[in-house]
C-alpha cells in the first residue's frame, strides 16, 4: 500500500523558516517524482516543488523560487521541503504527492491531477 506522511508544519513568523518532511512507502523510492503542493482556505490546490528521485532534478513554482528547497534521501525513503523567509501569503495546508516519471515533467509536475497518491497534509502558518 502507497503511503505518504507529510510532517513539520507549524506557526512561524514572516521571514522565519520551516523543513516540512514526506515519509513515503509501499512504492520504490527511486524512479519517481514526489512534489509538494499546498491550499489555502477558498484557493486551488497549487505545485509548489517537485523532485526526480532518479536524477534529483528539481523544479519550483515562481513564487517560491529562491526561498523554498526541496530535497530527497533515497535511503530513508523521504522528501524534505525547507522554507526560507516565509510570507503570510505561503500560509497553507501542505500536501505530498508522488507520481510516476514523464519526460514532460517539467512542464507536468505543478497539475494536481496527475498524482495518484498523497499525504495528509500538514498546516503551515506564517503570521504577520
Known amino acids: 500500500e502507497v503511503q505518504l506522511q507529510a510532517s513539520g508544519g507549524g506557526l512561524v513568523q514572516a521571514g522565519g523558516s520551516l523543513r516540512l518532511s514526506c515519509a513515503t512507502s509501499?512504492?520504490?523510492?527511486?524512479?519517481?517524482?514526489i512534489s509538494w503542493f499546498r491550499q489555502a482556505p477558498g484557493k486551488e490546490r497549487e505545485g509548489v516543488a517537485c523532485?526526480?528521485?532518479?536524477?534529483?532534478?528539481?523544479y519550483y513554482a515562481e513564487s517560491v523560487k529562491g526561498r523554498f528547497t526541496i530535497s530527497s534521501d533515497n535511503a530513508m525513503s523521504a522528501v524534505y521541503l525547507t522554507m526560507n523567509s516565509l510570507k503570510p501569503e505561503d500560509t497553507a495546508v501542505y500536501f505530498c504527492?508522488?507520481?510516476?516519471?514523464?519526460?514532460?515533467?517539467?512542464?507536468?509536475?505543478?497539475?494536481?491531477?496527475?498524482?495518484?497518491?498523497w499525504g495528509q497534509g500538514t498546516l503551515v502558518t506564517v503570521s504577520s
Open positions: 504527492a508522488v507520481d510516476s516519471l514523464d519526460v514532460a515533467l517539467a512542464k507536468l509536475w505543478p497539475y494536481p491531477r496527475r498524482y495518484d497518491y
Open positions: 509501499g512504492f520504490t523510492f527511486d524512479g519517481h517524482a
Open positions: 523532485i526526480n528521485t532518479n536524477t534529483g532534478d528539481t
